[in-house]
Nanobody, 117 residues
């Protein structure tokens, strides 16, 4: 089992910045997560990938966030961070931390990001 706990998020004006963090914990405590990243779900829309990072360091971004968001990962601490700049109202959504481990998907509870115009 893997537990994911997100932090960050909140309300920001358009053009502003926010930082999301996620830490993964598991029992037993020693584990290697293949992929960690972030998804988001806006009201009335499907959940979509924002960015993820594989164990080898390959990073994938949604086209809508390229050049504005940066994902990073600390493999030793099992954390993943999302730096979000130049935020737009359309970035408003619940952001979920995601991990793929032992052939299973794990999700955090989500953190709300609201961008006002």
């Amino acid at each position: 089992q893997v537990q994911l706990v997100e932090s960050g998020g909140g309300l920001v004006q358009a053009g502003g910045s926010l930082r999301l963090s996620c830490v993964a914990s598991s029992s037993p405590s020693i584990f290697i997560i293949h992929t960690m990243g972030w998804y988001r779900q806006a009201p009335g829309k499907q959940r979509e990938l924002v960015a993820d990072i594989t164990q080898s360091g390959e990073t994938n971004y949604a086209d809508s966030v390229k050049g504005r968001f940066i994902a990073s990962r600390d493999y030793a601490k099992n954390t993943v961070t999302l730096e979000m700049d130049s935020l737009r109202p359309e970035d408003t959504a619940v952001y979920y931390c995601h991990a793929y481990f032992a052939l299973r998907d794990y999700w955090g509870r989500g953190t709300l990001v609201t961008v006002s115009s």
